[in-house]
């Protein structure tokens, strides 16, 4: 609501490098971070419409830190692995409410998914004000995506199981997960 009209005053008023400076005050935790987080997401997968969806919002909760820290997993020690999963857990609640508020202003559409007990997301670009998600300022988190995609190999990000890629990232790492 009030945050995404702030989310887009801070972009266009400010200069690029202040806009983003601003945007990772309070990273994680932050609904302006995640926002920008998903809409990098969904937008560098080209889940742009209802027919090239995102299944299970939850995998993004394990993907903020990889997308803004670093997309290698195997750069990753195992106390930072254990501590992005356990933080996962809390940014699955701040990503369900969020996804509430980003529907309700049509940036994004929500499809519940029964199968799944889960919704499946994509990036209605339409009603993003133009160069919202300007590449030059975002380069390093859809490098870090692509980096991520890659990582799956004949898997895709974008409908990979939150079990499989759990297993994947985490438990193959040797960090007890419960997903499943």
Same mark, same amino acid.
């Given at each position: 609501m009030?945050?995404i009209?702030?989310?887009?005053k801070m972009?266009f ?6 806009a #983003?400076?601003?945007l990772?005050?309070? =990273?994680?935790?932050?609904? %302006?971070?995640?926002?920008y ?11 742009t ?5 995102? #299944?299970? *919002?939850?995998?993004i &909760?394990? $993907?903020?830190? *990889?997308?803004? =820290?670093?997309g %290698? ?6 106390? =930072?692995?254990?501590?992005?999963? &356990?933080? &996962? =857990? ?13 529907s309700?202003k &049509? ?7 029964? @199968?799944?007990?889960?919704f499946? $997301?994509? $990036?209605?670009?339409d ?12 380069? %390093?988190?859809?490098?870090?995506v692509?980096l991520?995609?890659e990582?799956?190999? %004949?898997?895709?990000? #974008? @409908?990979?199981t939150?079990?499989?890629? @759990?297993? $994947? ?10 997903? *499943?």
């Amino acid at each position: 609501m009030i945050v995404i009209f702030h989310l887009i005053k801070m972009v266009f008023m400010h200069t690029r490098t202040s806009a #983003k400076k601003r945007l990772m005050f309070i =990273q994680k935790e932050d609904y %302006n971070f995640l926002s920008y987080t998903l809409m990098i997401l969904l937008s560098t997968l080209d889940c742009t419409s209802d027919k090239k969806l995102f #299944k299970d *919002f939850r995998k993004i &909760a394990y $993907l903020v830190d *990889f997308i803004n =820290q670093g997309g %290698n997993v195997d750069t990753y020690s195992k106390d =930072q692995l254990r501590l992005i999963y &356990a933080k &996962a =857990q809390i940014k699955k609640q701040l990503l369900h409410h969020l996804l509430h508020i980003l529907s309700k202003k &049509a940036y994004i559409g929500v499809y519940r998914n029964t @199968t799944h007990k889960s919704f499946d $997301l994509w $990036l209605k670009t339409d009603n993003l004000p133009i160069d919202f998600l300007d590449k030059s300022l975002f380069e %390093n988190e859809m490098k870090n995506v692509i980096l991520i995609k890659e990582q799956l190999g %004949n898997k895709s990000l #974008k @409908t990979i199981t939150i079990k499989d890629l @759990t297993d $994947l990232f985490f438990k193959n790492k040797d960090i007890i997960t419960w997903e *499943f």
